[in-house]
C-alpha cells in the first residue's frame, strides 16, 4: 500500500490540532490523495541543485535531533524514483543521527532552495552501509573532487514527499550565486572603465595638440 505524505504527517494528535484551530476541513480531503511515493524529473532536478539539506531523526528516549548535511552540489544522490543515497563524511564524531537510526530508521529531510523560495520535504527509511558494503552504490554516491573523510553510505527508502508553500522563507544567497548575480554588473563596469580610459588619452592629446 502507498501512501501520501498527509497520510503519514496526520496523525490524531495533528488533526486535533487543527480543529482546535478550525482549520481541519482545509485538510481533510488530502489524505490518500496526494500520493507522492515516487520521485518525479521535478524533484530530480530540484535534488541534484542542493548542496545542503536537514534530516531529523528519533532516540529511543523520544527526543528528535535535527542534523545538517552539506557538500557538493548533488552530493544526495537520486539512485532510482524510489531511492536517495548520500556518502557520510566524518564531522564532529558524536554520531547522533547515526546511532538514532540504528533504532528507529525514521527520517525527515527538509530540502531547501533560498533564491527560489522552494521547500521539499521527504519521509524515508533510512539504512546505513559500510563503504564496502555495495561497490556499485559506494562509485554513485562518492563525490572525487570533494576533500573529506568518507565513513558511511546512507541509503534512504523514499516513502512519500510534498512540496511547501514559499510562505516565510526569506531569500538567501550563497557567495557563487551573489558572484553569478553581479558578474554582468563587474562586466559592464570593466567596459566603462576602458571607455572611460580611452577617452582620457584622446583628451590629453587633444589638449596637447592645441
Same mark, same amino acid.
Given at each position: ?7 503519514? &504527517?496526520?496523525?490524531?494528535? *495533528?488533526?486535533?490540532?487543527? &480543529?482546535?484551530?478550525?482549520?481541519? =476541513? +482545509? ?38 535531533? *535535527?542534523? =545538517? ?7 544526495? @544522490? ?6 536517495? &543515497? ?7 564524531? !558524536? ?6 537510526? @540504528?533504532?528507529?530508521?525514521? &527520517? #525527515? $529531510?527538509? +530540502? ?12 524515508? =527509511?533510512?539504512? @546505513?552501509?559500510? +563503504? ?8 554513485? *554516491?562518492?563525490? @572525487? ?12 527508502? +523514499? ?5 511547501? #508553500?514559499? !510562505? =516565510? ?15 554582468? $554588473? ?12 580611452? $577617452? ?5 592629446? !587633444?589638449?596637447?595638440?592645441?
Amino acid at each position: 500500500m502507498t501512501y501520501g505524505f498527509m497520510d503519514i &504527517a496526520l496523525t490524531p494528535s *495533528v488533526q486535533a490540532a487543527q &480543529a482546535e484551530m478550525g482549520v481541519d =476541513h +482545509l485538510w481533510s480531503g488530502f489524505k490518500g490523495n496526494r500520493t507522492f511515493d515516487r520521485f518525479t524529473d521535478q524533484e530530480a532536478t530540484f535534488i541534484a541543485q542542493r548542496d545542503t539539506f536537514y534530516i531529523a531523526s528519533v532516540s529511543e528516549t523520544g527526543w528528535p535531533y *535535527v542534523q =545538517h548535511r552539506g557538500g557538493p552540489p548533488g552530493f544526495l @544522490k537520486m539512485i532510482d524514483d524510489r531511492t536517495l &543515497a548520500f556518502m557520510d563524511y566524518r564531522g564532529n564524531r !558524536q554520531y547522533i543521527s547515526t546511532g538514532n537510526f @540504528k533504532a528507529n530508521d525514521r &527520517a #525527515c $529531510l527538509i +530540502l531547501m532552495d533560498y533564491p527560489r523560495r522552494a521547500r521539499l520535504k521527504i519521509y524515508a =527509511h533510512v539504512e @546505513k552501509l559500510a +563503504l564496502d558494503a555495495d561497490a556499485v552504490l559506494a562509485k554513485q *554516491v562518492v563525490d @572525487k573532487d570533494y576533500v573529506a573523510k568518507p565513513e558511511r553510505i546512507f541509503r534512504l527508502r +523514499l516513502e512519500a514527499f510534498d512540496w511547501n #508553500c514559499p !510562505q =516565510h522563507i526569506t531569500p538567501r544567497f550563497t557567495e557563487e550565486e551573489i558572484a553569478k548575480g553581479i558578474q554582468p $554588473l563587474r562586466d559592464r563596469i570593466e567596459q566603462l572603465e576602458r571607455e572611460n580610459a580611452l $577617452l582620457q588619452v584622446q583628451l590629453e592629446r !587633444q589638449e596637447g595638440s592645441d
